[in-house]
T-cell receptor
């Protein structure tokens, strides 16, 4: 079946521009996560949704970062007034807890470059 | 979630077993050991997880020591496509806990 998809795959933004990154999770998956991965580092948690409710946004680095999932399916990560330090790969993952396994399925990521 | 320690990098000859170690000396009784890998330019991929017992699936085997303070991921016959960064993560397998990846082990399979 279809996996997690993300768009665009690549985004170049000039410093100060706003960007919106989209995530289409696996159909029926309740949980959705956003991660940020800097070059040479492991992914770092940004925020978590259960259906449409944003239950954890402790990893968002600043108030320029905003995420939403209004209908409990597609999610959008928005970054306002982008800065060079925002350059990273943004990964989306979804999961539907099958007992205790709770594995997360990741999309290919969106590579954001801020110039 | 408990912290894990992994070697930065490892090499393995194609066709041989790749044994990737992970230390998690502060693991709690209700924390599982998970392994994910990330092939270049792709998102992380789940491999296997376990609590106490050794586990095996079509991708790999997971060996957890009796005191649960360390574990080893075994790829029995490594191929070039197994070249990736491998992440060992310990976490409670309930609720909606996010994953703490660390920097992982970069495994290079050599022809």
């Amino acid at each position: 079946g279809a996996g997690v998809s993300q768009s665009p795959r690549y985004k170049v933004a000039k410093r100060g521009q706003d960007v919106a990154l989209r995530c289409d999770p696996i159909s029926g998956h309740v949980s959705l996560f956003w991660y940020q991965q800097a070059l040479g580092q492991g992914p770092e948690f940004l925020t978590y949704f259960q259906n449409e409710a944003q239950l954890d946004k402790s990893g968002l680095p600043s108030d320029r970062f905003f995420a939403e999932r209004p209908e409990g399916s597609v999610s959008t990560l928005k970054i306002q007034r982008t800065q060079q330090e925002d350059s990273a790969v943004y990964l989306c993952a979804s999961s539907f807890p099958p007992g205790t396994a709770y594995e997360q399925y990741f999309g290919p990521g969106t590579r954001l470059t801020v110039t | 979630d408990a912290k894990t320690t992994q070697p930065t990098s490892m090499d393995c000859a194609e066709g041989r077993a790749a044994n990737l170690p992970c230390n998690h000396s502060t693991i709690s009784g209700n924390e599982y050991v998970y392994w994910y890998r990330q092939i270049h330019s792709q998102g992380p991929q789940y491999i296997i997880h376990g609590l106490k017992n050794n586990e095996t699936n079509e991708m790999a085997s997971l060996i957890i020591t009796e005191d649960r303070k360390s574990s080893t991921l075994i790829l029995p016959h490594a191929t070039l496509r197994d070249t990736a960064v491998y992440y060992c993560i310990v976490r409670v397998a309930t609720g909606a806990n996010n994953l703490f990846f660390g920097t992982g082990t970069r495994l290079t399979v050599i022809p």
